[in-house]
């Protein structure tokens, strides 16, 4: 065991936030701390690292056991370069390498005993040397910035002259390369690309040290950590298992006390009601009954009603009007800033109903591309078209769409004048804005905060066509669930960007890929993404490569040519039967438009025929009758036809 906490409590005024909170971690175990926003995650790592006091309990680690702790907010300042503040780090390998340079000079001009002393020391310093990875001191460097994101050109970058992100990401690298027994990190990825999230999560799964992490990526919380640890109303439990094993524990739990709960509360209904007949037969036999039943009640532990799944925000996403089935077509989409193209001749088309996550590293263009295609920027070339009856709704990761100097009221009322104020109130309250809350002004809310306004002016907007921008960007895990949960009961088409993978993983039905300035297309969600990425996404590079050589880097370039032949005669043969697969649904879906078109026409001749039968100026018409007859049988057998055709056609897409 590396970290005891005992028994701790922590109250702010009358809000208590931890009690009785009692865990252990084991050393190289990896632990998370799960909770709603405001649930007091941040404040426990506090707590456990000392940088605030507990109220009462006891916190202890191991005695000679080193800690790193990520805050989630950044304080740094250093005059140093990004290179040289992680190199700090090391000096310790610095000063034994200087030590040995130093001791090979001696030997040089030393002999006998001497000698013998200045070798087994240099044996012990060497050892040491080599235990601290002190030959490859320089390439971990290098290797840990690139893995956070940072090119060779950063290196050089004043540590003073960087945003509070890149700053959080310098200081995680030291914390890394520091090497402590636990490392405690608090929304480690929120300042990472996909790339950059998933080279963390490498490095952890192979960290020989302990690790708590709290965090709301729950793609990420899958793949490192064993246990849970979850702050509920304070208190405060512990679960085995990775967070889908925590997520399907703690529903069933929570069932079970449901049902404990309503028993109980119908019981105690029940006693209530027996006493007050009881009390009513005024006899003494029957009030000393009564009062026996009371002094039972008094005795009884009252168990809390569980907090309900939905109590938090309520979401419901349905369009007002239908799209045509073409939602979206773009055809040689290419934009640049000053002398950078961030991607050259893109393709994509979206059908009424997809949902479509669009994915790349950070710098690509995806929020430009969302810009372009709500016309806030104009493109350098390429066409956008919106299919018939589209309806866009935008969600900007920046809320742009939100007036500072309005407040929360005004905000809505003005976008929607038609709604009376009992139904702003209660569209507001869904977002868990209620009574002076309202009254708010925007520019004083919270990243948060300023999301939920965006989410409820979107519920409110009817589109059928939803462009979201980072949309679970400050949401709390069980928010980001009742997000998923809408959209995947929406009738409408989304396209958005996000880092949530796990959030991409339960929504999306197809992925779209940003890289090298062109696009790879997955039909999938993240899982089949990672499973065919490396194929699909090189042999689509290979192929842009070949038509146009300036798209690609030479490190991409350098990458791709050190390839085996036969990978990438491979690669080409998947990602051509990708292509393919493509082709193939596309006219699947195609030809099943056309023949529900004929469906719909036969059956309205058919409702004509049956009119026409029931016209009593044919009814003693035998020839037009048999004429009717005749036709109304045709097609009846061709619709017999098609609809046989329409399920073959659904199943196989």
């Keep these: 065991m590396i970290l005891s906490v005992n028994n701790i409590n922590k109250s702010f005024g009358t809000d208590v936030i931890i009690k009785d909170a009692t865990f252990n971690i084991e050393d190289h175990e990896k632990a998370a701390i799960v909770g709603i926003n405001g649930a007091g995650k941040s404040t426990l790592l506090k707590m456990i690292v000392g940088e605030e ?99 060779e050109e950063d290196f050089s970058l004043n540590v003073n002259t960087l945003s509070g992100g890149q700053k959080t990401r310098v200081a995680l690298g030291k914390i890394l390369l520091s090497n402590p027994d636990i490392i405690l990190l608090d929304e480690p990825t929120n300042h990472l690309d996909m790339e950059s999230i998933a080279w963390l999560e490498n490095y952890l799964l192979n960290y020989t040290g302990a690790v708590v992490l709290v965090s709301h990526d729950r793609y990420f919380l899958d793949k490192i950590v064993s246990k849970v640890i979850e702050i509920d109303q304070g208190v405060v439990t512990v679960f085995s298992g990775n967070y889908t094993d925590y997520a399907s524990k703690k529903a069933i739990l929570r069932n079970m006390k449901l049902k404990e709960y309503l028993n109980q509360q119908r019981e105690i209904k029940h006693q209530e009601a027996v006493i007050t007949k009881l009390k009513q037969f005024n006899r003494e036999k029957s009030i000393k009954r009564a009062e026996s039943r009371e002094k039972m009640l008094d005795k009884i532990d009252v168990i809390e009603k569980p907090t309900e799944l939905d109590d938090k925000m309520k979401i419901k996403l349905e369009p007002e009007v239908v799209s045509g089935n073409d939602v979206l077509s773009v055809e040689g989409l290419t934009k640049s800033f000053d002398d950078v193209t961030l991607f050259k001749n893109i393709n994509l088309d979206i059908k009424r109903g997809e949902r479509v996550a669009l994915i790349g590293n950070n710098g690509t263009g995806k929020t430009t591309i969302l810009r372009l295609l709500n016309g806030l920027i104009p493109a350098d070339s390429g066409t956008i078209t919106l299919g018939s009856k589209v309806e866009i709704g935008y969600y900007d990761q920046e809320h742009h769409v939100l007036d500072p100097d309005k407040t929360l009221f005004e905000e809505i009322s003005d976008a929607y004048p038609d709604l009376n ?76 960007v996000s880092h949530d993978r796990y959030f991409i993983n339960t929504t999306a039905t197809r992925i779209v890929e940003l890289t090298n300035k062109t696009t790879v297309n997955y039909i999938g969600n993240y899982d089949y993404y990672i499973e065919k990425k490396d194929i699909l996404t090189k042999a689509a590079v290979d192929e842009a490569l070949k038509n146009d050589p300036t798209l690609l880097n030479k490190a991409t370039v350098t990458v791709n040519t050190t390839s085996s032949n036969n990978n990438n005669s491979n690669s080409k043969e998947e990602w051509k039967q990708s292509r393919e697969e493509q082709n193939r649904l596309k006219k699947a879906k195609n030809e099943l438009k056309k023949v529900e078109a004929k469906i719909e026409e036969l059956e309205e001749k058919v409702k004509k025929i049956d009119e026409e039968y029931a016209n009593p100026e044919i009814a003693s018409n035998t020839g037009k009758l048999m004429e009717l007859h005749k036709e109304k049988t045709s097609i009846e057998a061709d619709l017999s036809n098609l609809y046989d055709r329409w399920e073959i056609l659904s199943e196989s897409i």
């Design 53 to 151: 006091p507990v109220d009462s309990g006891l916190v202890t680690f191991t005695r000679g056991k080193t800690v790193g702790y990520l805050a989630q907010q950044q304080n740094l300042s250093s005059g140093k370069n990004i290179y040289d503040e992680l190199l700090e780090v090391k000096q310790f390998v610095i000063d034994m390498e200087k030590e040995l340079r130093e001791l090979e000079s001696l030997m040089g001009s030393t002999k006998g005993e001497e000698l013998d002393a200045l070798l087994n020391k240099y044996n012990s310093l060497n050892q040491k040397f080599e235990m601290a990875n002190g030959y490859a001191y320089k390439s971990e460097i290098v290797g840990v910035l690139k893995g956070l994101g940072f090119s």
């Design 421 to 496: 104020n009992t139904k702003i109130r209660n569209t507001l309250a869904a977002f868990l804005f209620t009574g002076d809350d309202v009254f708010k002004y925007i520019r004083d809310l919270s990243g948060g905060e300023r999301g939920r306004v965006s989410l409820a002016k979107l519920m409110l907007s009817n589109a059928n066509f939803l462009i979201l921008d980072e949309p679970t960007n400050h949401l709390d895990i069980v928010s980001k669930e009742i997000l998923e949960n809408a959209l995947n009961s929406y009738t409408g088409t989304v396209l958005y």
